[in-house]
């Protein structure tokens, strides 16, 4: 996974049409100092919701460069549930046009590393909508996360 700083333009995945107002929140490594404090439990429980419907799935493993190598691998547990992290990424709406691409180690990078996120990705995760309602759902159809794999193929056709 690479490294981009928090509130910086997204390009990780930038031909599948990430709009211009996609930001980077959580994109962390071991070389960059990143802000730490406490997040609340209401925050930690809503940020754990998107982690249940990720985007950009992988068929690899990236695990965390803060944790011993021996537990880079992380199978994050909250209540009686479990995923595996390092995976994918997350969509978080913002004000206006504005969305937040994440890397689901977020949720990891928050609960075991005291990652602070900026407080604009804080509130957009406490009050904009969770992923699987119907506000989502209407917003995330601009942007065809869930269907890469069609539109990279339309990509390679059109290079022909």
Not at 50 to 55: A, E, R, T
Not at 59 to 86: H, M, S, T
Not at 138 to 159: F, G, S, Y
Request: charged share 25%; hydrophobic share 35%; glycine share 6%.
């Amino acid at each position: 996974m690479a490294y981009y700083p928090d509130l910086s333009l997204y390009t990780y995945y930038s031909p599948l049409g990430e709009s211009l107002t996609t930001l980077n929140v959580g994109w962390l490594d071991r070389v960059h100092v990143y802000p730490q404090g406490e997040m609340s439990d209401v925050f930690t429980e809503r940020l754990w919701s998107f982690c249940h419907k990720p985007v950009l799935k992988t068929r690899g493993v990236y695990g965390c460069d803060f944790c011993p190598k021996a537990n880079r691998f992380d199978i994050q547990r909250r209540g009686d549930e479990e995923l595996l992290l390092g995976t994918a990424q997350l969509r978080v709406f913002g004000q206006g046009d504005t969305v937040y691409a994440a890397p689901d180690l977020i949720y990891h990078y928050v609960v075991a590393h005291r990652y602070c996120p900026p407080a604009e990705f804080i509130q957009a995760v406490l009050t904009g909508p969770l992923p699987g309602s119907s506000e989502y759902q209407e917003r995330a159809r601009a942007h065809d996360w869930w269907d890469e794999a069609q539109r990279w193929w339309k990509i390679l056709e059109e290079q022909r």
